[in-house]
């Protein structure tokens, strides 16, 4: 993976791991609701050093799920969900290896353009339409992964300029600016909600 950009407030070599390793990145994705976007991207670098090694999707599809469980619940848990989490990292590597041979990169690196892309990816386990936009946002600003209509595909996160996603994120005070979205989103559907 060439020229990412991400860097989150996170360990060095848990950013480096996300910046390597196509598997780890979308870990981070799959781990990144109802935790801090700090923790679950973190936890790609945790598993990996819970394991001893760092995994590939084939050995994750076929690990003891109780085992797995074990491994996600281990404290500090690696999410606040971590059964659940633990059997979808699981389901999303055992896609991989039925239909990417095991190589996430594949997902994006045969996608024909923005739309393929993000069909590819809404066809994982968990990712809805938000998180698979989110997803070719993060590809395509942060690691040059630009299929034609990728920032169509991506909707309001592949404007420029926009402080929506993880794929806005280089540093601390961009961190800041899309913490400070989110919670102006969850402000007005909580305010349309009651009102």
Known sequence: MRGMTLSLPIAAEANDLLRRSPLALLI?????????MEKAFAGPYELTRRLGHEPDAAELADYDPEALVAVFAERPALHRFPKAMAAR???VCRVLVARYDGDPS???SEATDG???LARLTALPGFGRQKGQIFVALLGKRLG???PGWREAAGTYGAEGVFH???DVTDEASLARVREYKQQVKASA???ATG
């Open 115 to 117: 739309a393929d892309l």
């Open 106 to 108: 594949r997902l994006w």
């Open 145 to 147: 992964v630009q299929p």
């Open 89 to 91: 990292v699981q389901e």
């Open 190 to 192: 909580k305010e349309r």
């Open 28 to 36: 981070g994705m799959v781990l990144d609701q109802q935790v801090s």
């Open 165 to 167: 996603s993880i794929a």
